[in-house]
Each structure stands twice: as C-alpha cells, then as structure tokens.
Nanobody
Framework: QVHLVESGGGLVQTGGSLRLSCAAS????????MGWYRQAPGKQRELVAA???????NYADSVKGRFTISRDNAKNTVYLQMNTLNAEDTAVYYC???????????WGQGTQVNVSS
C-alpha cells in the first residue's frame, strides 16, 4: 500500500516562502528518485524538481534558483523549499517516485499552494 502524503501548502504573498513535505510509505524509498510536480487549474501536471538516489537534482527552468528539493531517507520524506514565490507558482503540488523520469505510483492528494499579490 503505497502512500504519498503531501503537506505544507498554504497561502503566501508574492515573494514569500513555503516548505512542502511528502511523506512516503509502502515502497523502498531510498532506491527511487523522487520528484515534485505541480498542476495549476486548466494546465497539465508538470515536473518541477527531481532528486536522484545519490542526491543529484534537476529543476524546471521556471523554478530554478528559487526551489530546492531535498530528501531524508531516514524519514522517507522528500521536501521542496520554495522561495521567492510568485503567482505562477500557484498550483496543487504532488510528489511521486520516478521511474525512467516518469511518475511511478498513484498520486496522493497533493497540497495546495496559493500565492497572492
């Protein structure tokens, strides 16, 4: 029973910060790359950040320099530190394991991030 539970979203002002957490269970967390996705209303879900099993990271151009993905294998948790938020970051954020750069498990509930101006 794989579970992906995102938390930490909320309402912030433009320029503010949030730290998202994704608690994973039901699979061997440490041997999977993990990613954060987001989906804005009317838009396709997009991968914004990924972290490999060795700690290498990749970011979408839209968030590069502002977001930092990290993981704590002892806690089966992946984080997304989001800084300098802007309206374009408003979305529901999801995490997932990555297999060949694609989401591997069923989606969790996501966590809503609203950035107000």
């Amino acid at each position: 029973q794989v579970h992906l539970v995102e938390s930490g979203g909320g309402l912030v002002q433009t320029g503010g910060s949030l730290r998202l957490s994704c608690a994973a269970s039901g699979f061997i967390f440490s041997i999977y790359s993990m990613g954060w996705y987001r989906q804005a209303p009317g838009k396709q879900r997009e991968l914004v950040a990924a972290i490999g099993i060795g700690g290498s990271t990749n970011y979408a151009d839209s968030v590069k320099g502002r977001f930092t993905i990290s993981r704590d294998n002892a806690k089966n948790t992946v984080y997304l530190q989001m800084n300098t938020l802007n309206a374009e970051d408003t979305a529901v954020y999801y995490c997932n394991a990555l297999r060949q750069s694609r989401p591997y498990y069923s989606w969790g509930q996501g966590t809503q991030v609203n950035v107000s101006s």
